[in-house]
C-alpha cells in the first residue's frame, strides 16, 4: 500500500510537451482514475508513475521516497496493459508465476535443467504453486491454468493479467486502459468485478481510460486531463455537477451537456438568453457574452410560446428506460438532447414544437475561453462550506 | 471433390508453373539419376530416365571410399551449426536493441547495418584472408566460422520481425522484473522462433553450400566442408567417374533437404503459435 505524490511532472518528446507540469497527490488505498481524450498524456503519466518513461522534470514519490531514476521491478507496483501483454509461450500458470519466480529466485535458481540441484528452490517453487493457485481460485481461472493465451478469450486473458498482477501483492495497480479491448456487456461486468477487486485488496489503483463511464463508475477520484495538464480533480459527483471548465463539462456525462451559445450576463448580474431571463446572480461583468450549459435531465418541458429554449422535435430515441429527445434550436450549432425516465414525453412526435425550461441553480455558465462564470449562491455556498 | 472446370488462364498458369519448377528440378533429379547408373550408361546418346542396370551400392560405396565424404559431412555440420548459433547469439539482442530501446543514434547504427548487407562476401575476402593470417587461424575451423557470426542480414530479419511484438509485452516484462537482456531470451526469442527459424533456413543452406570461402580459407582436406570436398574429389581422382561424383553430390545435399523437411514441419508451428494477442 502506498501513497503518491507527484509534483511539477513535465514530458517532452523533442518539441511536443505531453505534460505541462502535473501536481498530484494520491492517497493510500485510494481508486483515482485519469480521465480524458486520446493524446492528452495520460497513459504518458501512468508510465512515469511505473518507471517505464522517465519524466524530463519534476519528481514522483512513492510511499514518501523519491522513486526517479528507480526501475520499474525496484518500484514495486503492478500494472494491466491494454493489450493484457501476456507471455504468447507460457501457459496461464507460468505467466501469473512469472513476477513470483523473478523475486524470490536468484539467477542460478531460474536456469533451465540445474535449477532443481540448487538448495530451496524446490520449497519456493511450490510456494509459488500455492500463491498462483490463490489468485487462481479468486479470479475463477483454476481450470485454464495449464492453457496458453491463445487458447483464452479476450475476458479471461484479462483476468489473467489482473493475475499476474495481484499474485505480487504489489504497492499499487496502475490500469492502463484494461476494459478497451473486450466487448460492451463484458466492460460492463468487469468494471464491477475491478471495483470488487480493489474493494477486496484495499490497495491504490491508478486507473487510465479514455471512457468517461468507466471513471464515474469506479472511481473515488476522477483527473480529467487535457493537452497535458489536469484541469479538474475530484469526486465522480464534483466533476460531474461543478465542472470547472467547459472542456471537463463536456467530457464527463452521457448523453453530452447542452451548449447553448448566445447568453449574455445583464445589468443586474442574470442571464439573458433571447427574451427569457434567469434571475440568478453571476460574478461576472455585464454585458459579457456567455455559453450555457445543461445537463440532459435538467431540462423540462414548458409552454412552447414564452419558454425560455423553444425548437422543434427532430429526434426521439427511446432507449427504454429513458427517452432521448433531439431537440433543434434556432441559431444553436447542435441539438439540445432532452432526457426524460420511461414513458416520458409520449405525446410528442417529429416536428412538433417543444418548449424547454430548467431551474437557474441547473445552470453551468461558461466565459469565452471556456472558463466556469460562478453564481452568487454557489460561490456564497462555497464561502459557507 | 467437386469436378471444377479450369478456366484457359488457370491451365495456362498452372503451364507456367510447372515448367518452372521442371528447369529446377531437372538437374536435380539427373543428378540422383546418375549416381545410380554404371558407368556406361551415363554417356549415351539417348536419354535414359531410369539405368538399366542398377549400380547404386557401387556407385555410392566408391564415393564413400574414394574420399572421407563423412568427415566434409560431419565439417558442415559443426560449420553451419555453430555459425547460426553465433549468429542468433548476437543478432537476437542487436535486434531487440534495434527495436525496442531508444538510444541516440540508433537510426544511424540501423542505417549502417543496412548498409553491411550490401557488401558481397567475395568483396571483402583478402582483406579478410590477409586478417586471419596475421592472427594465425587461417586453416582451422575458426576462420570457416569467424566471418559470419555477425549477420546483418539477420540482425536486418529479426529487428523487422521485433517491430510487430507489442511494446506492452516488453514493459510487462519490465514490471515484472526481467532484465534486458532476460527480456531478449525469454519473451523476445519464444515469440521469434518462426522468424528465427526462416532465417535458420537461409543461412544453413547458405554456409552448407558455400564454396568460395570454405576455399580459400582452408587447405587441410580433414577441415573441407562438403562442396569443397565433392569438388576435390573430382578433380584427383573422378573426373570421368561420374557416377560416383553424382553419388557423393547427392550425399552432401541429402542432409539439408532432411532438414528443410524438419523446418518446414517447425514453420507450420510457428504460424500456428504467432496466432496470439
Not at chain 1, 322 to 338: C, G, K, N, S
Not at chain 2, 117 to 140: C, E, K, M, R, S
Not at chain 2, 231 to 245: S, V, W
Request: with cysteine; proline share 5%; aromatic share 8%.
Amino acid at each position: 500500500m502506498a501513497q503518491f505524490q507527484l509534483s511539477g511532472v513535465r514530458k517532452s518528446f523533442d518539441r511536443t510537451h505531453v505534460l505541462k507540469g502535473i501536481d498530484l497527490h494520491i492517497a493510500e488505498g485510494e481508486f483515482i482514475s485519469l480521465v480524458g481524450p486520446s493524446g492528452c498524456g495520460k497513459s504518458t503519466l501512468l508510465r512515469i508513475i511505473a518507471g517505464l518513461e522517465d519524466q524530463s522534470e519534476g519528481s514522483v514519490r512513492i510511499g514518501g521516497d523519491v522513486v526517479d531514476g528507480v526501475r520499474p521491478a525496484d518500484r514495486n507496483l503492478a500494472m494491466v496493459f491494454q493489450s493484457y501483454a501476456l507471455y504468447p509461450h507460457l501457459t496461464v500458470y507460468n505467466n501469473i508465476a512469472v513476477p513470483l519466480r523473478m523475486r524470490r529466485l536468484s539467477t542460478l535458481q531460474r536456469a533451465a535443467v540445474l535449477r532443481w540441484l540448487i538448495p530451496g528452490t524446490r520449497e519456493t517453487e511450490d510456494r509459488i504453486r500455492s500463491d498462483v493457485e490463490d489468485v487462481a481460485k479468486l479470479l475463477g481461472l483454476k481450470d485454464l491454468l495449464q492453457r496458453k493465451p491463445a487458447q483464452l478469450s479476450g475476458g479471461q486473458r484479462q483476468r489473467v493479467a489482473v493475475g499476474r498482477a495481484i499474485v505480487r501483492e504489489p504497492r499499487a495497480f496502475l490500469l492502463d486502459e484494461p476494459l478497451s479491448n473486450l466487448d460492451a456487456k463484458l466492460r460492463v461486468h468487469m468494471r464491477t468485478e475491478i471495483a470488487q477487486l480493489h474493494r477486496r485488496l484495499g490497495a491504490t489503483f491508478i486507473y487510465v481510460t479514455h471512457d468517461q463511464a468507466e471513471a464515474m463508475t469506479m472511481s473515488d477520484r476522477i483527473a480529467v486531463m487535457m493537452d497535458g495538464n489536469i484541469i479538474q480533480i475530484g469526486s465522480p459527483d464534483d466533476v460531474y455537477d461543478d465542472p470547472q471548465d467547459l472542456r471537463v463539462a463536456e467530457f464527463i456525462g452521457s448523453p453530452k451537456i447542452n451548449i447553448l451559445d448566445g447568453g449574455v450576463i445583464d445589468e443586474a448580474r442574470g442571464l439573458v438568453f433571447g427574451s427569457s431571463r434567469f434571475a440568478a446572480t453571476f460574478l461576472e461583468r455585464p454585458g459579457t457574452s456567455v455559453r450555457i450549459g445543461v445537463r440532459p435531465e435538467a431540462l423540462r418541458l414548458a409552454n412552447a410560446e414564452n419558454a425560455p429554449f423553444s425548437g422543434r422535435l427532430a429526434h426521439k430515441e427511446n432507449l427504454g428506460a429513458e427517452v432521448l429527445l433531439h431537440v433543434e434550436i434556432p441559431d444553436q450549432r447542435a441539438a439540445v438532447i432532452v432526457r426524460f425516465d420511461h414513458g416520458g414525453a409520449r405525446e410528442i412526435s417529429i416536428g412538433d414544437a417543444v418548449g424547454l425550461t430548467c431551474s437557474p441553480e441547473d445552470l453551468r455558465i461558461f466565459g469565452a475561453s471556456g472558463e466556469r462564470i460562478k453564481a452568487e449562491v454557489e460561490a456564497r455556498k462555497v464561502a459557507h462550506g | 471433390m467437386n469436378a471444377r472446370i479450369c478456366s484457359p488462364w488457370e491451365i495456362l498458369r498452372h503451364a507456367v508453373l510447372l515448367t518452372v519448377a521442371a528447369i529446377v528440378l531437372l538437374p536435380f533429379i539427373w543428378m540422383i539419376v546418375t549416381s545410380l547408373k554404371p558407368q556406361s550408361e551415363i554417356f549415351l546418346s539417348e536419354i535414359r530416365w531410369w539405368p538399366e542396370q542398377l549400380h547404386v551400392v557401387e556407385n555410392y560405396t566408391k564415393a564413400f571410399e574414394r574420399a572421407p565424404l563423412v568427415r566434409y559431412l560431419l565439417n558442415g555440420v559443426i560449420v553451419t551449426v555453430l555459425i547460426f548459433a553465433l549468429q542468433a547469439l548476437i543478432a537476437l539482442p542487436a535486434a531487440y536493441a534495434l527495436a525496442k530501446l531508444r538510444f541516440w543514434g540508433r537510426d544511424a547504427v540501423f542505417a549502417m547495418v543496412l548498409f553491411c548487407i550490401l557488401i558481397p562476401a567475395q568483396a571483402i575476402a583478402v582483406p579478410v584472408f590477409l586478417l586471419f593470417h596475421h592472427a594465425g587461424i587461417l586453416d582451422t575451423y575458426a576462420a570457416l566460422i569467424v566471418p559470419f557470426t555477425i549477420s546483418a542480414f539477420g540482425i536486418f530479419l529479426m529487428r523487422q520481425f521485433f517491430l510487430t511484438v507489442p511494446d506492452d509485452l516488453v514493459d510487462a516484462a519490465r514490471m515484472d522484473g526481467i532484465s534486458e537482456f532476460g527480456i531478449v531470451w525469454r519473451v523476445m526469442l519464444p515469440t521469434a522462433i518462426p522468424a528465427l527459424t526462416a532465417f535458420g533456413v537461409f543461412s544453413i543452406v547458405a554456409h552448407w553450400n558455400d564454396y568460395f570461402w570454405p576455399l580459400i580459407a582452408v587447405n587441410s582436406q580433414e577441415l573441407f566442408t562438403p562442396p569443397v570436398g565433392v569438388a576435390t574429389f573430382r578433380n584427383e581422382e573422378a573426373g570421368t567417374d561420374y557416377g560416383p561424383l553424382m553419388a557423393a553430390a547427392t550425399v552432401i545435399i541429402a542432409p539439408l533437404i532432411i532438414a528443410f523437411l524438419l523446418a518446414q514441419r517447425r514453420f507450420i508451428e510457428g504460424i500456428t503459435f504467432s496466432g496470439m494477442k
